[in-house]
């Protein structure tokens, strides 16, 4: 009986050995790594708490489970009918009703204690070196580095996958849908605490990396934050399903040398004290169009088709709105529709950006109108003026 079940064993396990030798050490490790499921400890010290305490309980659960099912097993080995012919006759076992209890009792306790402290730490936001302030829209995100001193920073930041990647057309890169055109930059060794609120419907903001996954939700802000050690280039996605587009705003968060964050910040005072001074500037119809064009190529072709043909949304060319008063066309773009996809950009662009992605729309797509926008007209027509 044993020589035969031997037999049968080496025969179940032959083709298993086969395919282990097929792979090198090298090969097997790559396979290992591409496949793993488990958590990442990411670059932060309570990233790394997170990681140990969930491995901890992993071991514990493992244990646990080993015990279980080893006393069940042999139970049903050992006390099988054909080995014992009459049955017990007792109900049950003090000791053993009191070891299972007290047991359970314990090894919650050990995995409490450690929890406890960690989520503390995850909950405990205060003496932050920077906050930012999240807020998610379908379908990017906002950033605004808040300077208690002076004018805040804030920018926009898109997906910057190509359209042919997304349309198979052409093979997708090794980050698809994981790039932006405006990534998060902060500085390494410093704590940020992060801001998180959104303007249409649910969001997550989720940088598993950073060890921050917070919900975004429209009139509630709540907070998280990291403190990377290590430099480098952190990817993220939304993490809560926000309707058709959610799958296409990704996070990049690039943590960088405190000179390095520095430099990154002057310049974006300098674009924003830039956008202030072309306020009072009269653009030509040139200037608008070449300017409005990248705009509506990231903000407005995913819906309204890149050669204004239309698709989720309505067509540009030829429409009743783009051809139309131009009064409704700026109301359109500041305030939106409400109950459909048509968010209002009145918040999200600045009325220079505004002024010329409308001129492009009115003067692309064979609508040719010839009119066009300043940055004043928005500002006036934001007055109610």
Same mark, same amino acid.
């Given at each position: 009986?044993?020589?035969? $079940?031997?037999?049968l064993l080496?025969?179940?396990l032959?083709?298993?050995l086969?395919?282990? #030798?097929?792979? #090198?050490?090298?090969a097997?490790?790559e396979?290992?790594?591409?496949?793993?499921?488990?958590?990442?400890?990411?670059?932060?010290e309570?990233?790394h708490?997170?990681?140990d305490?969930?491995?901890w309980?992993f071991?514990i659960?493992?244990?646990?489970?080993?015990?279980?099912?080893?006393?069940m097993?042999?139970?049903?080995?050992? !006390?099988?009918?054909?080995r014992?012919?009459?049955? $017990?006759?007792f109900h049950e076992?003090?000791?053993?009703?009191?070891a299972w209890?007290i047991?359970?009792?314990?090894?919650?306790?050990?995995?409490a204690?450690?929890?406890?402290?960690?989520?503390?730490?995850?909950?405990?936001?205060?003496?932050?070196?920077?906050?930012?302030?999240?807020?998610? !829209?379908?379908?990017k995100?906002?950033?605004?580095?808040i300077?208690?001193?002076g004018?805040?920073?804030s920018?926009?930041s898109?997906?910057?996958?190509?359209?042919?990647e997304?349309?198979n057309?052409?093979?997708?890169?090794?980050?698809?849908?994981?790039?932006?055109?405006?990534?998060?930059? &902060?500085p390494?060794?410093?704590?940020?605490?992060?801001l998180?609120?959104?303007?249409?419907?649910?969001?997550?903001?989720?940088?598993?990396a950073? $060890?921050?996954?917070?919900?975004?939700?429209?009139?509630?802000i709540?907070? #998280?934050?990291?403190?990377?050690?290590?430099?480098?280039?952190?990817?993220?996605q939304?993490?809560?399903?926000c309707?058709?587009?959610?799958?296409?705003?990704?996070?990049?968060?690039?943590?960088?040398?405190?000179?390095?964050y520095?430099?990154w910040l002057?310049?974006?005072?300098?674009?924003s004290?830039e956008?202030k001074a072309l306020?009072?500037k009269?653009?030509s119809?040139?200037e608008?169009?070449?300017?409005g064009?990248?705009i509506?190529?990231s903000?407005?072709s995913?819906?309204?088709?890149?050669n204004g043909?239309?698709?989720?949304?309505?067509?540009?060319?030829?429409?009743?709105?783009?051809t139309?008063?131009i009064?409704?066309? &700026?109301?359109?773009l500041?305030n939106?529709?409400?109950?459909?996809?048509?968010?209002?950009?009145?918040?999200?662009? #600045?009325?220079?950006?505004i002024?010329?992605?409308?001129t !492009?729309?009115?003067?692309?797509?064979?609508?040719?109108?010839?009119?066009?926008?300043?940055?004043?007209?928005? !500002?006036?027509?934001?007055k109610?003026q």
């Open positions: 009986m044993y020589l035969k $079940a031997k037999r080496k025969l179940a032959s083709p298993v086969m395919l282990l #030798s097929l792979f #090198s050490a090298g097997w490790a396979q290992v790594e591409r496949w793993q499921t488990n958590m990442t400890p990411g670059i932060t309570i990233g708490q997170i990681y305490l969930h491995m309980v071991y659960c493992v244990v646990t489970g080993i015990v279980v099912f080893g006393v097993f042999y139970s049903v080995f050992a !006390y099988r009918k054909e014992h012919q009459e049955p $017990a006759t076992n003090t000791r053993v009703e009191i209890t047991v359970p009792f314990l090894i919650l306790m050990f995995m204690v450690p929890a406890t402290k960690t989520l503390i730490e995850i909950y405990d936001t205060d003496d932050a070196d920077l906050d930012i302030l999240i807020t998610g !829209y379908r379908w995100w906002k950033y605004e580095y300077n208690p001193d004018d805040n920073i920018f926009f898109n997906l910057a996958t190509d359209g042919a997304i349309a057309t052409e093979a997708k890169g090794s980050n698809y849908l994981l790039e932006v055109d405006e990534p998060v930059v &902060i390494v060794n410093k704590k940020v605490r992060f998180v609120t959104a303007n249409d419907v649910l969001h997550a903001w989720w940088v598993p950073l $060890a921050v996954k917070r919900d975004a939700i429209p009139g509630f709540n907070e #998280s934050w990291t403190k990377a050690t290590e430099t480098g280039v952190f990817r993220g939304c993490a809560e399903l309707g058709r587009n959610h799958g296409f705003m990704p996070i990049v968060v690039n943590v960088v040398e405190e000179s390095e520095q430099a002057a310049d974006k005072k300098a674009a004290a956008v306020m009072s009269d653009f119809l040139e608008l169009v070449e300017r064009k990248p509506y190529v903000s407005c995913a819906c309204h088709g890149a043909e239309g698709g989720i949304g309505n067509a540009i060319a030829g429409s009743a709105i783009a139309g008063p009064k409704a066309h &700026i109301d359109r500041v939106g529709v409400a109950g459909t996809s048509m968010p209002a950009f009145g918040s999200q662009f #600045s009325e220079v950006d002024a010329a992605v409308i !492009y729309q009115r003067n692309a797509f064979g609508n040719n109108m010839g009119d066009m926008l300043q940055p004043v007209d928005i !500002y006036n027509y934001k109610g």
